[in-house]
């Protein structure tokens, strides 16, 4: 059974850090895209980042180059999103989902996607 779950979400304080994991099963994680995406409030659903399979990187706004940062394990088949020096409008639900025709900001296309990790920036 093919399955993302994401983890590592939770309240962090303005200028903290936490660091968001996307664990895969029931496929091999590395032979797809892995995107990141976020729905904040009241907003749209927008792609956060991007890891392709040959481990290209790709940030879909400027504010988070630089802040976050997109890695892949493959011996875990886990995806991982390092944030830093979050602030409140980062407050959203994070989303993880599989692309297998490659990386894209859109969740249009996606394979399959977890069931999200709630991010909230506070103090």
């Known amino acids: 059974q093919v399955q993302l779950v994401e983890s590592g979400g939770g309240l962090a304080q303005p200028g903290g850090s936490l660091r968001l994991s996307c664990a895969a099963s029931g496929f091999t994680l590395e032979n797809d895209a892995i995107g990141w995406f976020r729905q904040a409030p009241g907003k749209e659903r927008e792609g956060v980042s991007c890891?392709?399979?040959?481990?290209?990187?790709?940030y879909y706004a400027n504010y988070m180059r630089g802040r976050f940062t997109i890695s892949r394990d493959n011996a875990k088949n886990t995806v991982y999103l390092q944030m830093n020096s979050l602030k409140p409008e980062n407050t959203a639900v994070y989303y993880c989902g599989r692309n297998p025709r490659g990386c894209t900001n859109s969740w249009d296309g996606l394979r399959s996607w977890g069931q999200g990790t709630q991010v909230t920036v506070s103090s």
């Open positions: 890891i392709s399979t040959s481990g290209i990187v790709r």
